[in-house]
């Protein structure tokens, strides 16, 4: 009752807080304490959390967004916070796209749209292809794919082969809209492959177990090697 907290200028009271520390990125907090009291005393805290929101329309753990890109050999382990649309390692695409050996381990918060590996795929005249890649991360958005969140007034086709969604997301796929989706071998263990829409072929529903086994992996989705 005799000491006063202050970290960057905002007093702290009680057990447990939370504060806002702006807008910009801090190399550095301020802590300041004074106290009446004639005791020796340690200030120690623990489980701090810092939480970065970026209220930016794109966000993405490899490229924000994607206009005549190809991903090889890529990982994603960052937590991502978006806004409007957010990917594991594509948040927007509009262009060609190609997507190899790579995956998604980063949850993902975005307000309206994400995508474990893609978030919005939207008006892109040319192919999208996405081969031997998965996500195991969860997210959370109003529209959500395990894989992509949103696929929409597309004139390329847009074909997944040899993947897979390991999440708990409802979705491999959140939304399908005027677009030709193409799907070969490529595997979900929830109960709903594709929130709205339709595609070309089948999504395989399988046990979480076998997607966790390498040889499964390497003998059923033909990756050259467990990543």
């Given at each position: 009752s005799n000491t006063v907290i202050k970290i960057n200028g905002i007093t702290i009271t009680g057990g447990s807080f939370n504060i806002n520390l702006g807008t910009s990125i801090l190399d550095s907090l301020t802590v300041v304490t004074s106290t009446t009291s004639k005791k020796t005393s340690t200030?120690?805290?623990?489980?701090?959390?810092?939480?970065?929101?970026?209220?930016?329309?794109?966000?993405?753990?490899?490229?924000?967004?994607?206009?005549?890109?190809?991903i090889n050999n890529?990982?994603?382990?960052?937590?991502?916070?978006?806004?409007?649309?957010?990917?594991?390692?594509?948040?927007?695409?509009?262009?060609?796209?190609?997507?190899?050996?790579?995956?998604?381990?980063?949850d993902i918060?975005?307000?309206?749209?994400?995508?474990?590996?893609?978030g919005v795929?939207?008006?892109?005249?040319?192919?999208v292809n996405i081969s031997?890649?998965?996500?195991?991360?969860?997210?959370?958005?109003?529209?959500?794919?395990?894989?992509?969140?949103?696929?929409?007034n597309n004139t390329g086709n847009v074909t997944i082969s040899n993947s897979f969604n390991i999440s708990t997301t409802n979705y491999v796929i959140g939304t399908i809209s005027n677009t030709i989706v193409n799907v070969t071998n490529t595997h979900y263990t929830n109960t709903n492959a594709i929130?709205?829409?339709?595609?070309?072929?089948t999504f395989t529903l399988t046990d979480s177990t076998n997607l966790k086994n390498k040889s499964y992996i390497i003998n059923n989705l033909y990756f050259n090697e467990f990543i």
């Amino acid at each position: 009752s005799n000491t006063v907290i202050k970290i960057n200028g905002i007093t702290i009271t009680g057990g447990s807080f939370n504060i806002n520390l702006g807008t910009s990125i801090l190399d550095s907090l301020t802590v300041v304490t004074s106290t009446t009291s004639k005791k020796t005393s340690t200030l120690t805290f623990t489980n701090l959390q810092y939480n970065i929101s970026y209220k930016y329309a794109v966000s993405s753990g490899i490229v924000a967004s994607s206009n005549n890109t190809i991903i090889n050999n890529t990982i994603n382990k960052g937590y991502i916070y978006g806004y409007s649309s957010s990917g594991g390692l594509v948040g927007v695409n509009t262009n060609t796209l190609n997507i190899n050996n790579s995956y998604n381990n980063g949850d993902i918060n975005s307000q309206y749209v994400s995508g474990g590996l893609i978030g919005v795929i939207e008006k892109n005249s040319n192919p999208v292809n996405i081969s031997k890649n998965y996500n195991s991360a969860d997210m959370n958005a109003t529209n959500i794919g395990g894989l992509i969140g949103v696929i929409n007034n597309n004139t390329g086709n847009v074909t997944i082969s040899n993947s897979f969604n390991i999440s708990t997301t409802n979705y491999v796929i959140g939304t399908i809209s005027n677009t030709i989706v193409n799907v070969t071998n490529t595997h979900y263990t929830n109960t709903n492959a594709i929130k709205v829409g339709s595609i070309n072929g089948t999504f395989t529903l399988t046990d979480s177990t076998n997607l966790k086994n390498k040889s499964y992996i390497i003998n059923n989705l033909y990756f050259n090697e467990f990543i």
